[in-house]
C-alpha cells in the first residue's frame, strides 16, 4: 500500500524557516516524481513545486521561487520541503504528493505576524 | 499561468441526480487533466487522470471526458457518499493549477 506521511509543521513567525518531511513506503521511491501542494484556509489548492525521481528537476510556483527548496533523499525514501522567509501568506495544510496521483494526510503551517 | 475556472461553483442535488461539473482551462492543455473529490479535513482523492481514465476503484458512475480546453466530470447516479467537493488540476503546463472547485450538497 502507497503511503506517505508529512511531518515537521507548526507554528513559525513571518521571517522564520520550517522544513517539512514526507516519509514515503509502498513503491519505488526513485521512480517517480513528487510534489508539494497546499491549501491555505478557504483558498483553493495550490500546487508549491515538484521534483524529478533522481532530483536533477525542479520545478516552483513563483510565489515560492527563492524562499522553498524542493529536495529528496532516495535512500531514505524521504521528500523534504525547506521554507525559508516564511510569510502569512504560507500558511496553508501542505500536502506531499506522489506526481499528484497519491495524496499525504497534510501538515499544517501557520505562520504568525 | 493557466487559468481553471470550473462550473458551478456549487449544486445541491438528491441522491440518484445525475450531476455535470465542467472545467475550462484558459489555453489549451490536450487531455493532461484529473479530478479530485476532496471532503472537509482530508486529503484530495483522485477519481479521474488523462482527462477520462477512471482511476482503479472508483466507482464506474464517474466519468470524465473533454479535451483542449473544455472538460466535463459526470457523476450518472449520485450517491450519499459523492456530497464533496469536486476539482480539476492541469499538469500541461507550469505552474500546475487547480479549478476552484465545485461543491456538491444535499437537496
Known amino acids: 500500500e502507497v503511503q506517505l506521511v508529512e511531518s515537521g509543521g507548526g507554528l513559525v513567525q513571518s521571517g522564520g524557516s520550517l522544513r517539512l518531511s514526507c516519509a514515503a513506503s509502498g513503491f519505488t521511491f526513485s521512480d517517480r516524481w513528487m510534489d508539494w501542494v497546499r491549501q491555505a484556509p478557504g483558498k483553493r489548492l495550490e500546487w508549491v513545486a515538484n521534483?524529478?525521481?533522481?532530483?536533477?528537476?525542479?520545478y516552483y510556483v513563483d510565489s515560492v521561487k527563492g524562499r522553498f527548496t524542493i529536495s529528496r533523499d532516495n535512500a531514505k525514501n524521504s521528500l523534504y520541503l525547506q521554507m525559508n522567509s516564511l510569510r502569512s501568506e504560507d500558511t496553508a495544510v501542505y500536502y506531499c504528493?506522489?506526481?499528484?496521483?497519491?495524496w499525504g494526510q497534510g501538515i499544517l503551517v501557520t505562520v504568525s505576524s | 499561468d493557466i487559468q481553471m475556472t470550473q462550473a458551478p461553483s456549487s449544486l445541491s442535488a438528491s441522491v440518484g441526480d445525475r450531476v455535470t461539473i465542467t472545467c475550462r482551462a484558459s489555453q489549451a492543455i490536450t487531455n493532461d487533466l484529473g479530478w479530485y473529490q476532496q471532503k472537509p479535513g482530508k486529503a484530495p482523492k483522485r477519481l479521474i487522470y488523462?482527462?477520462?481514465n477512471l482511476e482503479s476503484g472508483v466507482p464506474s458512475r464517474f466519468r470524465g471526458s473533454g479535451s483542449g480546453t473544455e472538460f466535463t466530470l459526470t457523476i450518472s447516479s449520485l450517491q450519499p457518499e459523492d456530497f464533496a467537493t469536486y476539482l480539476c488540476l492541469q499538469w500541461h503546463y507550469y505552474p500546475r493549477t487547480f479549478g476552484g472547485g465545485t461543491k456538491v450538497e444535499i437537496k
Open positions: 504528493t506522489r506526481a499528484l496521483e497519491v
Open positions: 521534483i524529478r525521481g533522481d532530483g536533477s528537476e525542479r
Open positions: 488523462g482527462a477520462n
